[in-house]
């Protein structure tokens, strides 16, 4: 087992509190958006095995059968199929929806094909994978997640008591589903001009008069939006889907051609290796609006809150359709958790102190924001508080 050391992204979007203090650290004053836990070549942990620091991409690229097991391997590839992420959001993300494993693969073949560099700004595969999520909540968590059912919608924009948006109203309550929504998505993410400026502005005046009536209401997290993203008709967007608010522990999964955008808390994320991103507002970068249609899902419903489940040693999994990767968490005082060695597996701790005894009599001790990889190397560890201590558990279903 090795004592992860990880890189922290400081995306504009970041909070500038949430992860220094989940690692006992003073704020800098700048924002800190992601800490990521894994192997992905955009910012790999490292680890130290008494030669200096490594990548852990490049451990697991020397020994892949050694390191994430002959199954793993066999059936993910020669690569640690998920990342995981301590995902502390102080502003809006975009709204962004992820592509299908086909989808992903299409794109970036041609776009490999057209000789477009990796790192250019206008690149919407950075890689030929999918990108499935969950997100669990650390803190309270608010986000926005998959389109609403357009009757829902409808009566959500009529309550503005915005004329200008009579034309799309009539569009959700007079088109089958699946095509009022593509067509109210594309409408408003192609309003330009000073016509669509005015009607944005109004739209976010009413939106702050919802907020204000009932402040704890789903349009507070529509108001903080356009209050940090002034006449971006990533708000219009935003008011087609479903406003999300997460109580500590509870989790939303976020499969290929869901819209979605986080909008502020402190959340542990797990996700498919890939950075595969297609954007639709509530945000200074790359919008394709012709490919963002073209992979998201045009279906309204209410997300499903996922709850752990909880099984007789006290792991607290949440279920998810895929296998690429699989979380849990242990809330430890008095008893042990014993984790098998048949896949590769990555813990981190978000409070108290944890104490990890491998099969050989070796220990490693875990705080608050501290984090390992433990290699499928076939051997158990076991798991206790140190006296008390939650940590979750990043692996894959075999």
Same mark, same amino acid.
């Given at each position: 087992?090795?004592?992860?050391?990880?890189?922290?992204?400081?995306?504009?979007? &970041?909070?500038?509190?949430?992860?220094?203090?989940?690692?006992?650290?003073?704020?800098? =004053?700048?924002?800190?958006?992601?800490?990521?836990?894994?192997?992905?070549?955009?910012?790999?942990?490292? #680890?130290?095995?008494?030669?200096?620091?490594?990548?852990?991409?490049?451990?697991?690229?020397?020994?892949?059968?050694?390191?994430?097991?002959?199954?793993?391997?066999?059936?993910?590839?020669?690569?640690?199929?998920?990342?995981?992420?301590?995902? $502390?959001?102080?502003?809006?993300?975009?709204?962004?929806?992820?592509?299908?494993?086909?989808?992903?693969?299409?794109?970036?073949?041609?776009?490999?094909?057209? =000789?477009?560099?990796?790192?250019?700004?206008?690149?919407?595969?950075?890689?030929?994978?999918?990108?499935?999520?969950?997100?669990? $909540?650390?803190?309270?968590?608010?986000?926005?997640?998959?389109?609403?059912?357009?009757?829902?919608?409808?009566?959500?924009?009529?309550?503005?008591?915005?004329?200008?948006?009579?034309?799309?109203?009539?569009?959700?309550?007079?088109?089958?589903?699946?095509?009022?929504?593509?067509?109210?998505? $594309?409408?408003?993410?192609?309003?330009?001009?000073?016509?669509?400026?005015?009607?944005?502005?109004? #739209?976010?005046?009413?939106?702050?008069?919802?907020?204000?009536?009932?402040?704890?209401?789903?349009?507070?997290?529509?108001?903080?939006?356009?209050?940090?993203?002034? =006449?971006?008709?990533?708000?219009?967007?935003?008011?087609?889907?479903?406003?999300?608010?997460?109580?500590?522990?509870?989790?939303?999964?976020?499969?290929?051609?869901?819209?979605?955008?986080?909008?502020?808390?402190? &959340? #542990?994320?797990?996700?498919?290796?890939?950075?595969?991103?297609?954007?639709?507002?509530?945000?200074?970068?790359?919008?394709?609006?012709?490919? /963002?249609?073209? #992979?998201?899902?045009?279906?309204?419903?209410?997300?499903?809150?996922?709850?752990?489940?909880?099984?007789?040693? &006290?792991?607290? %999994?949440?279920?998810?359709?895929?296998?690429?990767?699989?979380?849990?968490?242990?809330?430890?005082?008095?008893? !042990?958790?014993? /984790?098998?060695?048949?896949?590769?597996?990555?813990?981190?701790?978000?409070?108290?102190?944890? /104490?990890?005894?491998?099969?050989?009599?070796?220990?490693?001790?875990?705080?608050?924001?501290?984090? !390992?990889?433990?290699?499928?190397?076939?051997?158990?560890?076991?798991?206790?508080?140190?006296?008390?201590?939650?940590?979750?558990?990043?692996?894959?279903? %075999?």
């Amino acid at each position: 087992m090795d004592k992860l050391a990880n890189t922290v992204r400081p995306y504009a979007w &970041g909070s500038v509190t949430y992860i220094p203090e989940l690692l006992g650290q003073e704020p800098t =004053g700048e924002p800190q958006a992601e800490m990521w836990l894994g192997a992905h070549p955009g910012a790999p942990s490292r #680890v130290d095995r008494g030669a200096g620091p490594q990548s852990l991409a490049e451990l697991i690229a020397a020994a892949p059968e050694r390191e994430l097991g002959a199954a793993a391997v066999a059936k993910f590839g020669p690569e640690l199929p998920f990342l995981l992420k301590v995902l $502390a959001a102080g502003l809006p993300l975009s709204i962004q929806a992820h592509p299908d494993l086909a989808q992903a693969r299409a794109g970036y073949a041609a776009e490999e094909a057209r =000789g477009i560099p990796a790192d250019a700004p206008n690149r919407n595969y950075r890689d030929a994978n999918h990108k499935p999520e969950l997100i669990c $909540a650390v803190t309270e968590f608010e986000g926005l997640c998959g389109f609403r059912p357009v009757a829902e919608a409808a009566e959500l924009l009529e309550s503005l008591e915005v004329a200008e948006l009579l034309d799309l109203i009539h569009l959700l309550r007079t088109k089958p589903e699946a095509e009022a929504l593509s067509e109210a998505l $594309a409408t408003v993410l192609s309003m330009t001009g000073p016509a669509a400026t005015d009607t944005i502005a109004k #739209v976010a005046e009413a939106v702050e008069r919802a907020a204000a009536a009932e402040p704890d209401g789903q349009f507070s997290g529509y108001a903080f939006a356009a209050r940090e993203f002034p =006449g971006d008709t990533g708000l219009l967007a935003a008011l087609l889907l479903n406003y999300v608010r997460l109580k500590p522990n509870e989790a939303l999964y976020l499969g290929a051609g869901i819209p979605h955008a986080y909008l502020r808390g402190l &959340g #542990v994320e797990i996700l498919a290796n890939s950075d595969n991103v297609l954007r639709g507002g509530f945000t200074p970068k790359h919008i394709d609006v012709p490919e /963002l249609l073209r #992979v998201v899902i045009f279906e309204g419903r209410h997300p499903e809150v996922l709850r752990p489940a909880t099984a007789a040693d &006290g792991e607290q %999994l949440y279920p998810v359709p895929i296998d690429e990767f699989r979380l849990s968490r242990y809330q430890l005082a008095d008893g !042990a958790a014993r /984790l098998t060695g048949a896949a590769p597996q990555i813990l981190l701790c978000t409070e108290g102190g944890a /104490l990890l005894t491998a099969a050989d009599g070796t220990t490693l001790t875990l705080g608050p924001g501290d984090s !390992a990889f433990l290699p499928a190397d076939g051997r158990d560890t076991t798991l206790t508080g140190a006296p008390a201590a939650t940590v979750f558990r990043a692996t894959v279903t %075999l």
